[in-house]
RNA sequence: GCGAAAGUAGCUCAGUUGGUAGAGCCCCAGAUUGUGGAUCUGGUUGUCGCGGGAUCGUGCCCCGUCUUUCGCC
């Protein structure tokens, strides 16, 4: 495999009956396949797992937040360990939320100007302010291989004439965010909103396109998986991903629904994440291919099976369902991680074996099988 | 042996001057979408130690009894 250049974008495979392509994105540390899941490791770390679990579990790439690295351990520090990959010590590429998400949903105290927003950290109340130039500064420390440009993510449902403003100001500070200095090789990824709202998602799409040759490297689909129903989700990528290049990546930002990343596949999307693999194997949820079920419940008391029968993640390889729920049931720190290793490892051989049957021409039944599978009738762990 | 206190949900305990038995935890189920191992929402559970008595009516009053804990011989 001859390396490319950084940016680089290959279209390695258009599906021959739908929207759905394989591709390779060419990064400072090196190639992503996509479509691809990227694990969340908010605070430098995938929580429960380290960087050599992610590289047994095959991870190619996972995100880490401009935001919560802001505030601890802080830029300074930062600094002075190397920036975020040798920090955590992962090698392979890095993505970095731009920290927009996290100024609206957790922070308070908020007054959005023209030059940013004025927040309290949820740790300690300080006042402190984040705006284009301040995001990418960080995001550039971190040293990231591809950061994301400092957006407004409104809440859902919004106004209208609210989105209209709020969407002009994400593509005035676009502009910003893309005249910073940036981290040797780092790749920048501008986010569409607009929320419901057709015409605002095409307009933001459309403005964000001709920004292409001003050095904008991905597109992102960012306001969706904000707490909208399905239907809406859907209908947010549909409205933004027909007006993006064909030849750029497209990312789905916070989409993690195995389903709802089938269809998304569909419609051309190549990357995604989520916190529900992770998040949800903390509250005692399995993902499978039949979709998932809680281990923590108690019909799984005395089960000798492994949590997903023919599994072959660490986890499933060797513990059976009873003890992982033993220890969900005990509060012992081994469950998260066992449930995580899970989780992610089923995510990601998913979205292999998606990539899979695009290259063979079949993912028209990747997907109804998919759905059969995850929505018509999941087993719920009823094996 | 004597004295005192306490017996109410699986656990820890509330329960007004007598008027249809409660909370927290646990357990069970559900939620979780650019991460708070956070959180939220529902749900199950009772011979009020036992036996008498007074009362229209008692977890609560009276008598007896059993058990536990503590103190004293």
Redesign the pocket.
């Known amino acids: 495999m001859p390396a490319c250049p950084i940016g680089t974008y290959e279209i390695l495979h258009e599906e021959a009956h739908t929207g759905a392509r394989v591709g390779r994105l060419w990064t400072k540390h090196g190639p992503v396949e996509t479509p691809v899941f990227m ?5 430098a770390t ?3 797992l380290a960087a050599d679990d992610l590289e047994t579990l095959g991870a190619s790439i996972i ?1 880490g ?1 401009t ?2 690295l802001m505030l601890r351990p802080g830029m300074e520090i930062m600094e002075q360990l190397g920036g975020l990959h040798a920090f955590q010590d992962w090698k392979g590429p890095l993505l970095t ?6 100024v ?3 922070s308070s105290l908020r007054k959005i100007t023209e030059d940013g927003v004025a927040f309290q950290s ?1 740790i300690d109340g300080k006042r402190l302010f984040m705006g284009p130039k301040e995001s990418m500064a960080v995001q550039r420390v971190l040293g990231s291989d591809i950061a ?7 809440p859902y449902p919004s106004e209208e004439s609210y989105v209209a403003r709020s969407v002009e100001q994400t593509l005035r500070w676009a502009k910003l965010c893309l005249q910073q200095p940036r981290a040797e090789g780092q790749l920048y990824f501008g ?1 569409v ?1 607009g929320s419901e709202f057709g015409h605002l998602r095409k307009h933001c799409a459309l403005e964000l396109a001709a920004m292409r040759n001003d050095g904008l490297d991905g597109f ?1 689909v ?6 909208e129903p ?1 239907p809406f ?1 859907m209908k947010g990528i549909s409205d933004s991903v027909p007006f993006l290049p064909l030849d750029r990546p497209r990312y789905v ?5 195995l389903w ?1 990343m089938t269809q998304a596949v569909g419609m051309g999307c190549d990357m995604f ?13 399995a993902f499978t291919n039949d979709g ?3 281990v ?4 799984w ?1 005395a089960s000798p099976l492994p949590v997903e029968p023919g599994c072959t993640c660490p986890c499933c390889s060797r513990y059976s369902r009873g003890y992982v ?1 033993h220890l969900l ?9 066992l449930l ?1 290793l899970h989780n992610i490892h089923c995510y990601l051989r998913f979205m292999e074996r998606m990539r899979d049957a695009i290259k063979s021409d079949c993912f028209t039944e990747f997907k109804a099988e998919a759905f059969a599978r995850l929505r018509e009738s999941p087993k ?1 762990g009823h094996y």
């Open positions: 694990p969340v490791g908010t605070q995938v929580k429960t995100l937040n935001y919560h939320d731009s920290g927009g998400f996290q609206f949903s957790l949820h994301m440009l400092f957006d407004e993510c409104i986010i909103q992102a960012g306001g969706v998986s904000v707490g399905e989700i930002m916070g989409l993690g629904d709802q994440d989520c916190v529900i693999p992770t998040r949800n194997a903390r509250n005692g949820s998932p079920y809680p923590k419940a108690g019909a008391k729920r049931n005990t509060s012992e720190l081994l469950a998260y991680r995580t719920r």
